[in-house]
């Protein structure tokens, strides 16, 4: 057995240094949560963003990788987000519109709203 | 301990023109078995997030009332178990099998802990009725909003705990296998796939965790 060379890979030294800074990462969005920052829920996901590519990038060696790694999980990250968007955009934009003339309750006999209120 | 298994020298397939090409083809594979399952964990996310827009307040409320101490106690949890991991393949390329061992070891017990207050954590909503879909009887929160937000917590994080325990297992095996000689310290990608795993697990709680207990 060969053991391999440090160059090339991730020093502890850099172990290190990346445990540390999610320690400190952690922290500081729980500090964020407990004083009520306003936007916090943006911030503490884009912490959680942050520390999840110091994960990638250090303990799983995303960054010793060639390029079509990197690629591969980019391109599903992107399918995560354009996912979340649209099951987003539906009840962002599900707004009750007003009834059309022809069919306003009572107008007609027996039609009652064609789009009644959603119940939240 | 066990003597070290000679006849697990790498075996080369035909497919294959080198061991490097080899070991790189294993894990790419498993790179793609991680984003598929990330896709898996993004139905929850997006689930989350339309409930979350269509009933805000509500969730804030929910997320509130929720066991903060034990999530942020799991998230450092994980966080120290992913250290450990990514040290024992450290320790794999430096041909310390021994120490490779003990860092898998405390991952593993890590990962127990982590089970252990999950469970702790369950007790709590199961005696406060903050149970999914219509066993929800949290009578502190009578909402629609706190009864997705709980259905939602129960089916993310309950998915998220059996990632855990089936990552348990495989930290296991690899320190049952390490002293045997199966891992070298330049032909390792097997092991080097199982630790992907556990840190996967870890970046999912990354977003679990802010999104169910902070804010």
């Known amino acids: ?28 969005s729980w500090i964020v949560a407990v004083l009520h920052v306003p936007g916090g829920a943006p911030i503490a996901i884009g912490i959680g963003a942050l520390k999840a590519l110091l994960v990638l990038a250090y303990f799983m060696h995303l960054s010793e990788e060639a390029f079509s790694f990197r690629l591969a999980i980019s391109i599903a990250a992107l399918m995560v987000l354009v996912f979340i968007g649209l099951s987003v955009i539906d009840p962002l934009t599900r707004t009750p519109y007003a009834p059309a003339p022809s069919t306003r309750a009572g107008t007609l006999p027996g039609t009652g709203p064609v789009h009644p209120k959603p119940p939240y | ?125 199961i005696e406060d009725g903050a149970l999914p879909g219509p066993y929800f009887h949290l009578s502190e929160l009578p909402t629609l909003g706190a009864n997705r937000f709980y259905t939602l917590y129960w089916i993310t994080t309950g998915a998220h705990a059996l990632h855990v325990a089936g990552g348990v297992g495989v930290l296991l095996w690899l320190a049952w296998f390490l002293p045997t000689g199966r891992y070298r310290a330049d032909y390792h990608p097997k092991f080097e796939n199982a630790t992907l795993y556990w840190h996967f697990v870890d970046v999912m709680w990354l977003f679990i965790w802010p999104i169910y207990y902070l804010v």
């Open chain 2, 1 to 125: 301990m066990r003597e070290p298994i000679l006849a697990d020298e790498p075996v080369l397939h035909e497919q294959y023109a080198s061991l490097e090409r080899q070991a790189l083809t294993l894990r790419f594979g498993m790179w793609l078995f991680l984003a598929s399952e990330l896709l898996l964990f993004s139905g929850f996310f997006a689930l989350y997030a339309a409930y979350r827009a269509m009933y805000g307040a509500e969730f804030v409320e929910a997320l509130r009332h929720n066991t903060m101490i034990h999530g942020t106690l799991n998230m450092y949890m994980l966080l120290t178990s992913s250290f450990t991991v990514a040290l024992s393949v450290r320790a794999v390329r430096h041909e310390a099998l021994r120490r490779a061992q003990a860092l898998v070891l405390a991952s593993a017990a890590l990962g127990v802990t982590f089970l252990v207050i999950k469970a702790l954590e369950y007790a709590v909503h």
């Open chain 1, 1 to 28: 057995m060969k053991p391999q060379p440090e160059s090339g890979h991730v020093t502890l030294r850099t172990y290190v240094w990346t445990y540390v800074i999610l320690l400190l990462l952690a922290t500081l």
